[in-house]
Each structure stands twice: as C-alpha cells, then as structure tokens.
C-alpha cells in the first residue's frame, strides 16, 4: 500500500551470489531468493511431503489421545474461536476436521467482541455451558486463559488448547495444550497461525486413527485432509504471520486447491465478491482482498456470519453472506477513514503542546471510537509515524481497549510485560505478538498507562534504527519489464510477511498522471531515454492531486500483471513515490 508524506531511503537489499548452492534459475530469481535467505531451489519445494512431522509439537500425544477418545465415545465438542479471521478458518478448519474423521457432535461459539471480549473468559463459559458440551476446544485462543479452563473444568467440561500466542507465565490446567510457542517445544516453525496450529492437530489425529484401523471399522473413507487447506491459506495469510518455509507450504498448496476450483463455495463467494480471479490468485489477495472481508463480521458485527460463510456448502448462501459481509468492510472502511481524521487531529495536538515532538510510543483515545476498527487505525498509524501505537476504543464499565501495532526491533507484547511487571496493577489483561498485541485498561488509568508505554518503548528504541527504509532488489533494466519475468515473478515462490514479494526501483519520466477513483494515481511511465512506455499505479494516494504535475521521479514498485477484459499486460505497482527537482 502506497503511503505519502514520509521521506524514506530505498536501500537495496545485501546479497552474496557466491552463495547459491544448488538449481538452475533465472538469475533475476537467484538474487532475490539469496537476499531473502534461500541459498537453493531445494529450499523453495512446496510439497506438502516437506513439511515437519505434527509429533514435533510439544503435547500432541496427549492432546490426540484426549480427541480419539472423544470421537469414539460420540462426546459433544464446542468450538471456541477468536473473532478474527485465523479464529474463523482455525473454527472451519476444526469442525470440517473433526467431522471427516468421525465426529458427529461438534458444534461452535465465537465471542462477540463487544460484550464478551477475547478467548475463553468465564463469561464465555457460561455461555458454553448451554450447550452442555464434554469438552471445549479453543482455537486461535486460550493460551491465556487461565480462569475460563478452570471455570470450565469446575462445571465438568474438559478444555484442549490449540493456539499460536505466546504464553504467559501462568498456563493454563488444560488437558492438552498444543501451541509451537510454548517453552522448549521442538517444532521447527514458531510462526504457525492458529489455522495452522488446528491443522496440524487433525494431521496428527488422523494418523493414530489410521494405525487404529478407525477408518475400516467405521467404513468411513479416510479423508484427504488437504481439503481443508484453502482455509488454512486464508488464515495464515490474513494473520499477517512470517510466512517461514511451513507457512509458505501450507499457503501455496491452499492456493493451488483454489486455483484449481477446488475451494469452499464460501471461499469461492469471497473471492468473486472482492472481483478477485480464482484462476490467478496469489496470497496478497487473500491478505487485502479476501481476508478483510471476513474480519469485517467480527470488527462491525458477530463473526458468527464469517464462520457461516466459511462452513456452508450451499453456493447461494455463500453469497448471500458475502454480500453481507461485503457491506460490513464498506462500513469499516468508513468508519475507519473518520476514525484517521480524528487521529490525525489528536496527534497534531500533541505536537503543539510538546514542542512539535511526539512520544517515543504513542496512545491515542477517543470516546467515539469503534472497538472493531482500532487495530487498523493502530496500524495506519503506524505506518505513518513509524513507531509503536496503541489505539483505544471505550469497552464499557470504565473499561478501555486497545490494539497495539509496532516496528521491527520493538517487541510490543514484551513490552507490555516490562509494563506490567513495573506496574503490576496498571494492566488488566493483555497477550500477543511481537509485531501486534491487545490490552484493556482502567479508562482512569489511560494517562499513567500512556506514560508508561512512552518511557518504556523509549528504552526499546535507542537500539533501534528508525530511519525507514524501502527495501529494493535493485534496479531493472527495460528487458527485464516483460509479463513473462511479472508473471514468473507472481509464481516462483508464496511471497507474503517476512518474505517479502521483490520491490525495485529506479528513475522515471512521467508522461502522464491522473487521479483514478478519488485516492489511486495512474501514471504513464518510462526509464530516462528508454523506449518503453509503462503503465503505473499508485493505490490510496494521500491528496493525489499533489501529483499531477510531475515530471521526474525515483519509484519503488512491483512488477505486477493487470488484467482487464481478459487482457493481461505488465504495470509497475508503485509503493513509493519521490519527486526530483
């Protein structure tokens, strides 16, 4: 996303050729991968054969154990999911799971953010309890839940813990718990969503039914769990976790179901709703497509209607629900760019009162503001000061929520923890991860809290580097500026958070510039005596009208594929934009 207003530096990202261990590819490619840590194409096998063993997940002998025994006694199973969209494919993912290998009472609850909040609180419990379920599986949640598993336990129900956020100090007296970021667990990714934490579950569920012969005593078939990986594709992505060599498995297999038709009809619905193409879908549409329509059910309403759309196989309903859905991001991104106004306007306040200065970690509240949408302000914020923010909304009964977003080199859950560990009664509750976090504070209690993040962070940041930086993979030259190099660009890996699709840069005439649907910028481009003339778009442009005269320009961008009408041309995907005098 493309972001005016702030001078960066495009630096090129290091590289050593000398390197490259193994495989003949395009030497383009071979440069890119060994900036990203790829030394040879044996590294970049997506086959689902290469991912590591489920049994190298800490508690997964006890936590399969525990679910054997509950599908072969038919005991009943709630679901209880995060509000996001990882919570909403981890639920799919469980319940479709559970269902194909035997299970036949499982059902789910999703808390709603504005009455419950997040995880398995008592409160929920309670809830559950309705139901009067055996056991409660959490996922996406309840590493951290150490009343609600005791609440539950206390009315007889047994808890299994599948989640990806780090532990606290205290665990929870779960009866298994699988997390790969628990202390000492040896699996090799630490950065599977709680999608893929599920997933992992019904791999290894499934292979102890088979040694069992379940399958043959039931006359079931035994199922090809890869149908589920749509989902975790959606999860991974839309969770904005590293995509380490098992998340870019899992995501590029998910997108090759997709690609090939093979998809839930809830997921096919999302796709054409967002006026995605199935056929060439890569993992940035689900990030930015896909996946904040699905968050919009638990940011503005009830995620309930997201699990719905997930789990259906009726296509009419599915689209049903995605024109819902639909209608709720439209209303998200309204309240969101009023939620921005206002934070700008609180952020120029705090400039004048301290000497045009801000603090190290910056706070913001509003009493107005929607608790759905303060995770995205937290992070647009962000972007544009370029250190940590937390975002707070009014959560009733002098209660305040907040969603903090941080930098590289700032851990903000860690943070969190030196602040509750130097002012133990400052905090109420709060869990997360390096790059995002929640909390909930006593509304009184917001100014002390915002100092203490301010002096806190301003520890934090004196190692850090806070010149921010485009990172490049160097220059093009105009043969290079083909669909066929866009094209194998898109296709040649699973690009996504932490492997980042290759941006380049280089000096350009603008030949023409115009504002295309209120915030985007076309442009007509071309390299200083060159003789190619590239289109260029720039998304979300703040004031684009600025631009309409320029002549010279240094860009960032990706060499990307516009399809219109069936026709497929190369374009340049600004990310960043300077003007030379």
């Not at 093979?262 to 199935?278: D, F, K, T, V, Y």
């Not at 949408?373 to 009964?397: C, E, M, N, T, W």
Request: overall charge neutral; hydrophobic content about 45%; glycine content about 8%.
């Amino acid at each position: 996303m493309y972001m005016q207003g702030t001078k960066k530096t495009i630096v090129v990202r290091p590289f050593e050729i000398k390197k490259w261990s193994q495989g003949d590819i395009h030497p383009l490619l071979q440069r890119i991968f060994l900036a990203r840590g790829i030394y040879s194409t044996t590294e970049l096998d997506r086959a689902l054969a290469k991912l590591p063993s489920p049994w190298l997940l800490s508690g997964m002998e006890n936590m399969v154990a525990q679910l054997i025994t509950a599908i072969k006694d038919q005991q009943k199973i709630t679901i209880v999911a995060d509000f996001d969209a990882d919570g909403a494919t981890s639920c799919a993912v469980a319940i479709k799971g559970l269902q194909l290998l035997g299970a036949r009472k499982v059902t789910f609850v999703v808390p709603n953010r504005f009455e419950y909040g997040y995880g398995l609180t008592p409160e929920i419990v309670e809830l559950v309890k309705l139901d009067k379920p055996d056991i409660i599986i959490t996922v996406d949640n309840g590493i951290s839940s150490v009343d609600g598993v005791k609440a539950a336990q206390d009315a007889g129900i047994k808890v299994l813990v599948t989640d990806h956020h780090l532990p606290g100090l205290q665990l929870p007296s779960a009866e298994a718990i699988v997390n790969p970021n628990l202390v000492d667990d040896a699996f090799p990714s630490k950065s599977l969503a709680g999608v893929g934490v599920m997933f992992y579950v019904l791999l290894a569920l499934r292979s102890k039914l088979r040694e069992q012969g379940w399958f043959e005593q039931q006359k079931i078939p035994e199922p090809n769990l890869a149908q589920l990986l749509d989902y975790v594709a959606l999860g991974t992505v839309a969770d904005v976790v590293a995509l380490d060599k098992v998340n870019r498995i899992l995501v590029y297999q998910g997108l090759m179901r997709i690609r090939t038709g093979r998809c839930h009809p809830g997921l096919q619905a999302l796709i054409e709703i967002s006026g995605r193409n199935s056929l060439t879908l890569v993992a940035a549409d689900l990030g930015f497509a896909l996946g904040p329509r699905l968050n919009a059910a638990g940011r503005m309403d009830d995620m309930s209607l997201g699990i719905q759309c997930l789990l259906t196989e009726d296509p009419a309903l599915a689209k049903t629900i995605a024109l819902q859905l639909d209608d709720l991001n439209n209303d998200r991104k309204d309240i969101e760019g009023q939620m921005k106004q206002e934070a700008l306007a609180l952020l120029g306040r705090m400039k004048a009162l301290d000497g045009q200065h801000l603090p190290a970690g910056v706070c913001l509240f509003d009493e107005n503001w929607h608790q759905g949408v303060i995770g995205i302000l937290a992070s647009r914020i962000k972007d544009q000061l370029h250190r940590p923010v937390i975002a707070f909304a009014p959560a009733g009964k002098d209660l305040i929520k907040g969603s903090a977003r941080s930098i590289a080199g700032v851990h903000i859950r860690d943070v969190l923890s030196d602040i509750a560990a130097i002012h133990p009664k400052l905090l109420n509750k709060f869990g997360g991860h390096a790059m995002a976090a929640g909390l909930s504070i006593k509304m009184h209690d917001y100014p002390a809290f915002a100092l203490a993040f301010d002096e806190v962070v301003s520890k934090r940041l004196a190692s850090v580097d806070l010149e921010q930086k485009i990172w490049s993979d160097g220059e093009l030259e105009e043969q290079d500026m083909t669909l066929e190099l866009a094209e194998l660009l898109q296709t040649a890996a699973t690009w996504g958070q932490a492997f980042p699709e290759p941006v380049f840069h280089g000096k350009f005439d603008i030949i023409q510039a115009r504002i295309v649907g209120q915030q985007h910028l076309k442009l007509v481009m071309r390299k200083p005596n060159g003789n190619l003339i590239l289109d260029g778009i720039a998304f979300f442009v703040d004031k684009p009208e600025q631009w309409l005269g320029l002549r010279v320009c240094n860009a960032a961008y990706k060499l990307d594929v516009n399809e219109f009408r069936g026709q497929r041309n190369v374009q340049l995907l600004v990310q960043y934009l300077e003007k030379v005098t």
